[in-house]
């Protein structure tokens, strides 16, 4: 079954700290990737996608992926973490033909002063 | 310009009693999907459209779900009759291009099922 696997359930980060959210994709040899980040009681927000060429990927809000075809996976990454990034964050991928979108479970990233 | 609306943003309702969400995409998109969220997990399709055609109902339980898209702009999900499992955040997401136009998704409403 086509799926998307988001390892970490919850992470803890000091602000200012680096980040990386793990997402592993299982469907397709040319994968459309993308991550989402959703605050309490609001949409989710696109930061980036991934669709082809250069693997390495920059979103809005500082955030940037790479794309590693040979582990499957497609980590989201930021430098340096501010207290505004708390929220949870979906890698989701594009399947059922390029019209669905599939989700992973979440990653629900906290920041601590 | 305006995001996609949704209303209501939170429903409480007991078992067995009908619910309906209401969802006006951004204007121009004719992609229109519907998804619904457990907690701690992330949204599942429930249906797409294409303009007031739907192409994809493959998981939307129709014995008590049903959606329509009159004249291809706003859309209506109703659940009739709701049962307790049903409690869930219920997202709306609109695209100007099926496939790999980007999704932009309303704040959902959240239904409680008592």
């Known amino acids: 079954a086509q799926s998307v696997t988001q390892p970490d359930i919850h992470i803890t980060v000091s602000e200012g700290a680096s980040l990386e959210l793990r997402c592993n994709y299982s469907?397709?040899?040319?994968?459309?990737l993308f991550w989402y980040v959703q605050s309490p009681g609001q949409g989710l927000q696109l930061l980036l996608k991934?669709?082809?060429?250069?693997?390495l990927v920059q979103g809005i809000k500082g955030f940037e992926a790479e794309f590693k075809r040979s582990q499957s996976s497609f980590n989201l990454r930021k430098p340096s973490v501010h207290w505004s990034d708390a929220a949870e964050y979906f890698c989701?991928?594009?399947?059922?033909?390029?019209?669905?979108?599939?989700f992973g479970t979440g990653t629900q990233l906290k920041v601590e002063l | 310009e305006a995001g996609v609306v949704q209303s209501p943003r939170y429903k409480i309702i007991e078992k067995k009693q009908p619910v309906a969400f209401w969802c006006n995409p951004i204007?121009?998109?004719?992609?229109l999907y519907w998804y619904r969220q457990n907690l701690g997990q992330g949204p599942e399709l429930l249906i797409r459209?294409?303009?007031?055609?739907?192409?994809?109902d493959s998981q939307l339980p129709k014995d008590r779900f049903s959606a329509e898209r009159l004249k291809g702009v706003d859309s209506t999900l109703k659940i009739q009759p709701a049962e307790l499992g049903d409690s869930a955040v219920y997202l709306c997401?609109?695209?100007?291009?099926?496939?790999?136009?980007?999704?932009?998704f309303g704040p959902g409403t959240r239904l409680t099922v008592t």
């Open positions: 459209y294409e303009n007031e055609e739907a192409v994809d």
């Open positions: 204007s121009g998109h004719n992609t």
């Open positions: 469907y397709g040899a040319t994968p459309y």
């Open positions: 989701a991928q594009l399947t059922g033909g390029g019209n669905k979108l599939t």
């Open positions: 997401a609109s695209s100007a291009l099926a496939g790999v136009g980007e999704q932009y």
């Open positions: 991934y669709f082809s060429g250069d693997t």
